[in-house]
């Protein structure tokens, strides 16, 4: 199979590809630098600056990735600017490229968040459920599966993959956590009460690998373990996990003073569950979150 990804180097990517080549598959990866996919993917993924570069070799699946990290910097006009250009334009480009092929692909499999819902407060969300609120995140989110959708006119499948907060000792969102935790300085956000919805990252790699051998799928998936938990929990599990305290709560005025409107993505939450997955027969493998910060602490 010769799958073509997107954000193939970054965290999620990087993995697919080690995943996909150990099991036979041809990868490309369309990146601003393909000089560096081979050591960043594997030496046997070729990497292209232009969509054009793929020349006459048929495509049979499109991993849809890139994007911008969105909470690495203030939302200042600028970063929106950015945050949506690398997703929703790029996304874009890749349904002009699309619209040329005389042979397209036959899945698309886009990334997309939970944020999509916006702030869920105590609700329980399920793919079914409808946006609760429309901050930038969830504006962001929603634009950008809507444009991925419109894979379905040229005769494609399109999958959405509803990340949550993704557990690696490899970056993302623990890299972030690890320093003020490890010096102690770790605690809940705000009052701590809202949900968390996180996955280890070997069932995210796991549940793309899933869904790209299931014939019938479509749709939204929400990509995160079953049981969510609230921030305060998190903290006091990740602080035992490293053996450190967490008694340094902080503050929603803080937050708010020093990150503007980003604020609303860490004091809000998500309550969600993956109903669609579970129906499916995905089974996770970290569904406590003891379990999944036990299995990184040693990298951690």
Request: charged share 20%.
């Amino acid at each position: 199979m010769h799958i073509l990804l997107t954000g193939g180097t970054g965290l999620i990517g990087r993995q697919l590809c080690r995943l996909w080549l150990s099991q036979g598959h041809s990868l490309t990866v369309w990146s601003r630098k393909p000089e560096k996919v081979p050591t960043l993917c594997g030496a046997q993924v070729r990497g292209i600056a232009r969509l054009e570069e793929i020349g006459q070799a048929p495509v049979d699946v499109l991993i849809n990735l890139a994007g911008a990290p969105i909470a690495d910097r203030l939302w200042t006009h600028r970063r929106k600017a950015l945050l949506w250009s690398s997703r929703i334009s790029l996304t874009e480009t890749l349904l002009a490229w699309l619209e040329s092929l005389e042979q397209k692909p036959r899945l698309m499999i886009s990334g997309s968040a939970v944020g999509w819902y916006g702030d869920g407060g105590e609700r329980e969300l399920t793919e079914d459920s409808p946006p609760v609120s429309e901050d930038f995140a969830s504006q962001l989110c929603i634009a950008w599966e809507e444009t991925a959708q419109r894979a379905e006119a040229l005769g494609m499948r399109v999958v959405l993959v509803r990340t949550g907060l993704v557990l690696s000792a490899e970056g993302g969102f623990l890299s972030r956590l690890r320093l003020p935790f490890k010096a102690g300085l770790g605690g809940p956000i705000g009052n701590g009460r809202q949900w968390m919805s996180w996955i280890h990252i070997d069932d995210q790699i796991a549940l793309i690998d899933f869904l790209l051998h299931q014939n019938m799928a479509s749709g939204p998936y929400n990509a995160c373990a079953p049981k969510p938990v609230r921030n305060r929990e998190f903290a006091k599990t990740l602080a035992d996990v490293l053996h450190r305290p967490a008694f340094m709560p902080l503050p929603s005025f803080v937050l708010k003073v020093g990150l503007g409107e980003l604020s609303l993505l860490l004091l809000g939450g998500q309550r969600v569950t993956p109903m669609r997955l579970l129906a499916a027969g995905f089974t996770f493998r970290f569904t406590d979150l003891r379990a999944a910060l036990d299995d990184l602490s040693s990298r951690l």
